[in-house]
């Protein structure tokens, strides 16, 4: 079972969350509840504050990483309601993935998951803005359609009216997107939504990265820290156009791994509709897994 978590105490930005039995969610106002249900079995270990996600799942056992981590501002400042796209392709070549709403900035987000090493995880990209308020519910219709629905009650959105419902349909046409990421021991694996001009995307230097992470903490959010500039050293294209493997030096476990594609065309000559996407990679695959 997937959440959608808003930027808050031991939350240092917006976030996809998946519940486990037994999981100890991030946030140790929880632990307040052993004392009431002794059935829960003994509380777990408290974790450091200040510190980093990373170091504490090596102490709290029971600690779930977010699955999907969104970037505060580039990618929403306080999600809300989601959905699946199981309309069969009747919204677009995004079958299967999230769609989720912002709230504050009005805006629709894409977001795929994959387990890896028996730990969820994966990338948010973004996908439609210019809402006209605040969305806290998206709803996919027996047709096809996206209901997206909203207000600005509590609190300043960016969208200018009280309250809106809003429909988005598919026109039919197919946008150069990434449409999805997925990680592999030595880097990754992009899917694109139309075949890439193979020149072009065999050049490493086209994969811009920088990866980061947050400070996990009992203060409210955090800001962006530890950031790293991975290399990417090859970039193999598929036979159909479709996937590049991109062999990757300097991959950080427990950091989001920011992807930027400006140079990156179609074989038709179009350039990427969003140049950007964002993978929270919690575990590299092992070479083992890679090849089943």
């Not at 408290?46 to 510190?51: A, G, I, Q, R």
């Not at 950091?255 to 996407?277: I, M, N, R, W």
Request: charged content about 20%.
């Amino acid at each position: 079972m997937f959440y959608a978590e808003s930027q808050g105490p031991w939350n240092g930005s917006c976030s996809l969350k998946v519940l486990e039995p037994g999981g100890f969610m991030g946030h140790p106002i929880s632990y307040n509840w052993y004392e009431l249900a002794p059935g829960m079995g003994p509380t777990p270990v408290e974790p450091n504050t200040p510190s980093r996600l990373e170091i504490e799942r090596k102490r709290v056992k029971e600690l779930v990483p977010y699955a999907v981590v969104f970037p505060y501002i580039r990618m929403g400042r306080s999600i809300s309601g989601f959905m699946v796209d199981e309309t069969g392709g009747k919204f677009g070549p995004f079958e299967n993935q999230i769609f989720i709403g912002d709230f504050s900035l009005g805006v629709i987000m894409r977001a795929t998951t994959e387990k890896v090493n028996g730990v969820w995880q994966g990338a948010c990209y973004p996908f439609r803005e210019g809402f006209d308020t605040g969305l806290l519910a998206v709803q996919f219709t027996p047709n096809g359609s996206l209901i997206a629905g909203g207000t600005n009650r509590g609190w300043p959105v960016r969208g200018p009216k009280a309250y809106s419902v809003q429909r988005l349909d598919w026109t039919g046409l197919v946008p150069f997107e990434i449409k999805e990421i997925k990680a592999r021991p030595d880097g990754f694996e992009l899917t694109f939504t139309k075949p890439v001009d193979r020149a072009i995307a065999a050049r490493p230097e086209v994969y811009q990265l920088k990866t980061f992470t947050h400070i996990y903490h009992a203060g409210y959010g955090s800001p962006e820290v530890d950031q790293t500039t991975p290399l990417a050293t090859a970039a193999t294209v598929s036979d159909d156009g479709l996937k590049v493997e991109l062999q990757v030096a300097g991959l950080m476990q427990g950091h989001v791994h920011d992807f930027y594609l400006p140079d990156l065309q179609s074989a038709e000559g179009e350039k990427l509709l969003h140049t950007s996407a964002y993978y929270t990679l919690n575990e590299i695959p092992q070479p083992e897994a890679a090849k089943e």
